[in-house]
């Protein structure tokens, strides 16, 4: 079945840090690729996409761009900040099916 | 524009207790759902509904019950209650068809004792 493992957390960086944090999928057909956001206390916002292989999602700062070849989908993010504390979600979705979650990763940025 | 809304934002209920949680959105969007959040477990999708009519089961539908009241609402129901149900609780809608992105309420966080 359809599948979303992501690195566990939680990671913590120091202000100005590069982040990667690395999601690989399993799924059939061809899916769309998403990275949410989740700020303390609130829901999850989608911070990027991807809808076919080589296309690289950006927003924010952030980036990811779809592998097809290692099916993998890692965000990015050159400059970390305070303000960029959250728990992170990669996520899929294919043609006929709902939007599968991977756990998440807390990120935790410190001045 | 609110966007996604859930209540009550926070609940304590004991074993055996019944309680609705209330979801509306107020974009016209066709698709709406609701997952639970456990810690390392990320979001798991409870039961959805495509469109104002249907409703679906989703990864973890036992012990809930769902109502698409209208286009705007979607409501969740918990019968009797167990501690096993404590969570936090996210209602999502999307346009629906095959456009992806899902707007999310802010959550209700349950404590079942």
């Known amino acids: 079945g359809n599948s979303v493992t992501q690195m566990e957390g939680p990671v913590t960086l120091s202000e100005e840090a590069f982040l990667t944090i690395n999601c690989t999928y399993t799924?059939?057909?061809?899916?769309?690729l998403f990275w949410y956001v989740q700020y303390p206390g609130e829901g999850l916002q989608l911070l990027l996409k991807a809808t076919k292989a080589d296309d690289k999602g950006s927003n924010k700062g952030f980036e990811a761009t779809y592998r097809k070849e290692t099916t993998s989908f890692h965000l990015e993010k050159g400059s970390v900040q305070v303000s960029d504390s959250a728990v992170y979600f990669c996520a899929l979705k294919t043609s006929y099916d709902k939007v599968i979650f991977g756990p998440g990763t807390s990120l935790s940025v410190i001045p | 524009n609110a966007g996604v809304t859930q209540t009550p934002k926070f609940q304590v209920l004991k074993t055996g207790q019944s309680m609705t949680l209330q979801c509306a959105q107020d974009m016209n969007h066709n698709s709406m759902y609701w997952y639970r959040q456990d810690p390392g477990m990320g979001l798991r999708l409870i039961y959805y509904s495509a469109s104002e009519g249907t409703t679906d089961k989703g990864e973890v539908p036992n012990g809930y019950n769902v109502s698409r009241l209208n286009k705007r609402e979607f409501s969740l129901r918990l019968e009797s209650a167990a501690p096993s149900q404590t969570s936090v609780y996210f209602c999502?809608?999307?346009?629906?068809?095959?456009?992806?992105?899902?707007?999310f309420g802010p959550g209700t966080r349950l404590l079942v004792l």
């Open positions: 799924a059939t057909g061809y899916p769309s």
């Open positions: 999502a809608s999307s346009v629906g068809g095959n456009l992806e992105t899902q707007y």
